[in-house]
């Protein structure tokens, strides 16, 4: 993945936790008249796009370099030596409408999968795209791009 990527996606994350606050304050706020017990709908969505990208494991990190030479690091969840494993993206919290979305992104022989994980208090949803991919033992390239969205 591209930094741009890779950046992207701890964005989207911060966006998506955005959106969903605004829609549901405006859920709560106007438009028809709701039931006391009904609560907004809310959206988790995943999403994955075609890149390549340089990776150093050290442990539990996995620092991630474009083409440009910018990079991030993301943790290990669980263990493992290599590139592959479950990667932690990043995790957002709204304590207003007390929503938690996770993103992760797993790794396997051929495939690279993004997983977001939306919780919302008894609610919750988890939205999972994958991709086929090229992994050598130095880089990554995703061949496919995928969305996908749920209400929750």
């Known amino acids: ?39 907004p709908k809310l959206t988790c ?11 150093i494991v050290d442990g539990n990190k996995l620092t991630i370099t474009d083409n440009a030479n910018n990079s991030v690091t993301i943790y290990r969840m669980g263990d493992g030596g290599d590139i592959y494993g479950i990667w932690l993206l990043g995790q957002d919290t709204n304590t207003h ?5 996770t993103g992760k992104m797993k790794v396997a022989e051929g495939k690279v999968y993004i997983i977001s994980q939306c919780a919302s208090g008894s609610r919750s949803a988890t939205v999972q795209v ?10 990554v390239t ?9 209400e929750f």
């Open 45 to 55: 969505k995943a999403s994955i796009a075609p890149t390549r990208w340089d990776y």
């Open 97 to 101: 409408l007390n929503l938690t979305i």
């Open 142 to 150: 995703i061949l496919e791009a995928k969305s996908k969205s749920v």
């Open 1 to 39: 993945m591209r930094m741009e990527h890779i950046a992207t996606m701890r964005r989207m994350f911060q966006f998506w936790l955005a959106v969903l606050s605004l829609a549901a304050l405006l859920a709560s706020c106007g438009g028809e008249e709701e039931e006391e017990n009904e609560k």
């Open 130 to 139: 994958v991709s086929n991919a090229e992994i050598t033992d130095s880089t």
